[in-house]
């Protein structure tokens, strides 16, 4: 039976001004700061398979919006810690709203994850001093501008220190219970999480393998306490409660460690200042850079191989890399120092368990131009960003070159962010599509025939370094609709063959 019908969960990233107002921040509100609060999170929508075309139910049981605003549960280590609770949640188990989810993830029992990423840029603080612990996580003074501190004061983080605390989460989503509360899962530590991507054990435990998409950031690994039960659903509730996080270390010979991030292990005592397990998931990049993690070039998404075990993961780029003042120059497993154009590296856990504490890891293939030390068999591409393995063992290729290089200099020669395929046993990558001027190509998703492609694309005809000009939002581009007094819109493509065959075969 050819899957016809399904939910789509989908994430909004984040929001232009420029496009959602038509003056853009030239006026500010509590009402503008509401819209802004609830243009962002994620929707879940149910879609059906009708004449060989894709729809939307509507009106739909499960059509749902999840927002900067919707009460979120806090679980796991650090639910009920005092760096957890605020003025308006003194049991520091609560707190309004997700938003700035990446990348993604999924359960087997069908959760979906969504992952907390540029949160920090919402906040600001004013106070003159900002805390080591804020400054580690990217709190300023001025954050990006997205004003919303001044008509909700928790985004103030001067006046609500603890409130940064409550996002930098992977939070669990119920697609098929609309009233269910959405969960930050604690145990899976705290960053700017890129995604959260899932690999079954043969014992039936789970690993989630997560990017801190940020320079010189790290790769992280959850594996969970218990196995999962296929036979009953709520047996799983709470199962990425429990668990070991790790994070890696990519040794110069090919072989690398999953080195825990567990209170009273190593550095991670009191003295150190992490005085339980709790407070290593709150500070879990100083835990990281305590055990001596090797820096990478802004992880983005993760995928683990459904037949080879291998796992892939996109360092988009890091051009501050072995720049004067840098937190480093190269290292193994970051060879370029600018990295401007990225690369993706590969590793396969010891006998092939999820679980293990060690790999094996090789360089899959460095991005961009040969001259520039790239190493690409095939189309050429830079920065790439989504990644996602098909159940026939493509590993496709989304990339994120960022609209200030895109059609510039050595960037020039890829044209707009596209969606490559290669087979990882050849190596040779060739060019799916091409995106609009200005957009990222966020996601890419298969049904499981195979026969259906979902692709995001998002934030089309973005402007260079800024928000959009909302005296002229189509300056770059008006994908999709084309309308000639409208404005880009981030959007879902949905692909089918015009012989409903398999895609990529
Ligand atoms: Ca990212
Ligand atoms: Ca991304
Ligand atoms: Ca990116």
């Given at each position: 039976?050819?899957?016809?019908?399904?939910?789509?969960?989908?994430?909004?990233?984040?929001?232009?001004?420029g496009?959602?107002?038509?003056?853009?921040?030239?006026?500010?509100?509590?009402?503008?700061?509401?819209?802004?609060?609830?243009?962002?999170?994620?929707?879940?929508?149910?879609?059906?398979?009708?004449?060989?075309?894709?729809?939307?139910?509507?009106?739909?049981?499960?059509?749902?919006?999840?927002?900067?605003?919707?009460?979120?549960?806090?679980?796991?280590?650090?639910?009920?810690?005092?760096?957890?609770?605020?003025?308006?949640?003194?049991?520091?188990?609560?707190?309004?709203?997700?938003?700035?989810?990446?990348?993604?993830?999924?359960?087997?029992?069908?959760?979906y994850?969504?992952?907390?990423?540029?949160?920090?840029?919402?906040?600001?603080?004013?106070?003159?001093?900002?805390?080591?612990?804020?400054?580690?996580?990217?709190?300023?003074?001025?954050?990006?501008?997205?004003?919303?501190?001044?008509?909700?004061?928790?985004?103030?983080?001067?006046?609500?220190?603890?409130?940064?605390?409550?996002?930098?989460?992977?939070?669990?989503?119920?697609?098929?219970?609309?009233?269910?509360?959405?969960?930050?899962?604690?145990?899976?530590?705290?960053?700017?999480?890129?995604?959260?991507?899932?690999?079954?054990?043969?014992?039936?435990?789970?690993?989630?393998?997560?990017?801190?998409?940020?320079?010189?950031?790290?790769?992280?690994?959850?594996?969970?306490?218990?196995?999962?039960?296929?036979?009953?659903?709520?047996?799983?509730?709470?199962?990425?409660?429990?668990?070991?996080?790790?994070?890696?270390?990519?040794?110069?010979?090919?072989?690398?460690?999953?080195?825990?991030?567990?209170?009273?292990?190593?550095?991670?005592?009191?003295?150190?200042?992490?005085?339980?397990?709790?407070?290593?998931?709150?500070?879990?990049?100083?835990?990281?850079?305590?055990?001596?993690?090797?820096?990478?070039?802004?992880?983005?998404?993760?995928?683990?191989?459904?037949?080879?075990?291998?796992?892939?993961?996109?360092?988009?780029?890091?051009?501050?890399?072995?720049?004067?003042g840098?937190?480093?120059?190269?290292?193994?497993?970051?060879?370029?120092?600018?990295?401007?154009?990225?690369?993706?590296?590969?590793?396969?856990?010891?006998?092939?368990?999820?679980?293990?504490?060690?790999?094996?890891?090789?360089?899959?293939?460095?991005?961009?131009?040969?001259?520039?030390?790239?190493?690409?068999?095939?189309?050429g591409?830079?920065?790439?960003?989504?990644?996602?393995?098909?159940?026939?063992?493509?590993?496709?290729v989304?990339?994120?070159?960022s609209?200030?290089?895109?059609?510039?200099?050595?960037?020039?020669?890829?044209?707009?962010?596209?969606?490559?395929?290669?087979?990882?046993?050849?190596?040779?990558?060739?060019?799916?599509?091409?995106?609009?001027?200005?957009?990222?190509?966020?996601?890419?998703?298969?049904?499981?025939?195979?026969?259906?492609?979902?692709?995001?694309?998002?934030?089309?005809?973005?402007?260079?370094?800024d928000?959009?000009?909302?005296?002229?939002p189509?300056?770059?581009?008006?994908?999709?609709?084309?309308?000639?007094?409208?404005?880009?819109?981030?959007?879902?493509v949905?692909?089918?063959?015009?012989?409903?065959g398999?895609?990529?075969?």
């Amino acid at each position: 039976m050819r899957p016809a019908h399904g939910l789509l969960a989908i994430n909004h990233e984040y929001l232009d001004e420029g496009l959602l107002f038509t003056d853009g921040q030239k006026t500010w509100s509590a009402e503008k700061g509401l819209k802004a609060q609830n243009a962002v999170g994620v929707s879940v929508i149910e879609v059906r398979l009708e004449g060989g075309q894709w729809q939307v139910v509507r009106p739909s049981r499960y059509a749902r919006r999840i927002t900067a605003r919707t009460p979120c549960r806090i679980s796991g280590p650090a639910a009920g810690h005092a760096l957890m609770r605020t003025a308006a949640d003194p049991e520091g188990r609560s707190v309004l709203g997700t938003y700035n989810g990446c990348a993604h993830g999924w359960t087997p029992w069908g959760t979906y994850l969504t992952c907390e990423e540029n949160w920090n840029f919402q906040f600001v603080n004013r106070s003159g001093e900002i805390p080591p612990e804020q400054l580690r996580y990217g709190i300023s003074a001025k954050g990006r501008n997205y004003r919303w501190e001044e008509h909700d004061e928790r985004f103030d983080a001067g006046l609500h220190p603890n409130e940064p605390n409550r996002f930098g989460w992977v939070v669990e989503i119920d697609p098929y219970d609309p009233g269910s509360v959405p969960v930050k899962r604690t145990a899976l530590g705290r960053c700017k999480h890129e995604g959260a991507a899932c690999a079954v054990g043969k014992s039936g435990r789970l690993a989630f393998y997560m990017g801190d998409d940020e320079g010189f950031e790290y790769i992280y690994k959850f594996v969970t306490d218990r196995a999962w039960n296929p036979d009953d659903r709520a047996a799983n509730r709470n199962l990425l409660d429990d668990g070991m996080l790790y994070v890696a270390r990519f040794n110069a010979n090919g072989s690398g460690t999953w080195l825990p991030l567990m209170y009273g292990h190593g550095p991670l005592t009191p003295d150190r200042g992490f005085a339980n397990q709790a407070e290593v998931a709150v500070k879990t990049r100083q835990a990281a850079d305590a055990v001596g993690a090797t820096r990478m070039d802004r992880p983005e998404w993760v995928v683990p191989h459904p037949v080879s075990g291998e796992v892939y993961a996109a360092c988009t780029n890091n051009s501050a890399r072995g720049r004067k003042g840098a937190k480093e120059g190269p290292n193994p497993a970051n060879r370029r120092a600018p990295n401007r154009f990225g690369h993706i590296v590969r590793w396969r856990e010891q006998g092939g368990d999820v679980a293990a504490t060690r790999f094996t890891w090789d360089v899959f293939v460095e991005a961009g131009p040969a001259d520039q030390g790239g190493t690409i068999r095939g189309d050429g591409f830079a920065c790439p960003d989504g990644l996602w393995i098909d159940s026939m063992g493509t590993l496709w290729v989304g990339t994120d070159v960022s609209p200030t290089a895109l059609g510039k200099g050595d960037f020039a020669q890829f044209g707009n962010n596209q969606l490559l395929a290669v087979d990882p046993a050849t190596g040779v990558f060739r060019r799916f599509l091409t995106g609009p001027r200005g957009c990222e190509i966020t996601a890419f998703h298969t049904t499981p025939d195979n026969r259906t492609a979902f692709v995001n694309v998002q934030h089309p005809g973005e402007a260079p370094g800024d928000r959009a000009n909302p005296d002229n939002p189509r300056a770059h581009s008006n994908w999709p609709d084309y309308d000639p007094a409208g404005r880009p819109r981030s959007a879902t493509v949905v692909i089918r063959r015009t012989d409903g065959g398999i895609i990529g075969s």
